[in-house]
């Protein structure tokens, strides 16, 4: 990720096999880093990252009662923005505070159908399967979609 929270690699996800709905897992040093890809790869899913801008700003503060929830909770609060919006994430930076809470600037752009091509449409981020572990120096993160 390189601290700018572009993407800028095609490892940014691994994409979960799940039977009718679809999942990301993400890996990182930091957990900001991972909440960071699995906003890049929730948008990539969504609508070829490579087509958006980043001329617009977004600031996200979400809380939980645990960091999987958090995850849970971040990337619905971007569902909501692009459900109310159309917007869409380019760049991402995010901070992890204790408690459970994230702040965040999204850089992006407004989604337009002549620009982006819909790839697929969320229904719901769901809590099936969702974690957010530390093992062996990395971080990991997982997390399914309602599509």
Known sequence: ?????????QNLYEIIDHTADVGLRVRGRHVAEVFEKAALGFYDLMVSLKAVEAGAVR????????????LVQWL???????EVEGFLGKKVQVVIHPQW???????????????HELKLLYKAVTYHQASVDFSDGTWTAQVIFDI
């Open 1 to 9: 990720m390189g601290g700018n929270g572009e993407a800028k690699d």
């Open 59 to 70: 600031h996200v503060s979400v809380e939980a009662e645990a960091l999987d929830d958090l």
């Open 76 to 82: 619905s609060e971007l569902l909501y923005l692009f």
């Open 101 to 115: 809470s994230l702040t965040a600037a999204v850089q992006g752009d407004f989604f337009d159908p002549k620009r």
